[in-house]
């Protein structure tokens, strides 16, 4: 389901953060998944929680997300970038490397 304009629930927000010290917030992204939000709610340009944490370049959460929130990694936001895609445009290795490896296993 897509999230209000300029509306964000907490997992997009939890995987997104920019300049944050990233075990708190892997360890938000493990109790949201724990309380029993799925990784498939958007912003209102498609984005993802999977999306945005390739975008920003946070691998751990992104893995989180992956292997425990079950993301799917082939949703591209409205532009149709998907998650790997961006994170090869933004430079974000460590994030390309885990989408590269997760499409090989699906």
Not at 72 to 83: E, S
């Amino acid at each position: 389901p897509e999230v209000a304009p300029g509306q964000w629930t907490a997992l997009i927000s939890a995987s997104d953060t920019y300049g944050c010290d990233c075990s708190d917030h892997v360890a938000v992204i493990r109790l949201l998944i724990k309380d029993g939000r799925i990784p498939v709610d958007s912003t209102s340009a498609g984005e993802t929680a999977l999306w945005r944490a390739c975008f920003m370049g946070h691998p751990e959460r992104a893995r989180v997300l992956l292997l425990e929130g079950h993301a799917d990694h082939t949703i591209a936001n409205r532009g149709g970038d998907t998650p790997l895609a961006i994170a090869r445009r933004k430079g974000r290795q460590g994030c390309v490397r885990l989408l590269e490896v997760r499409e090989q296993v699906s």
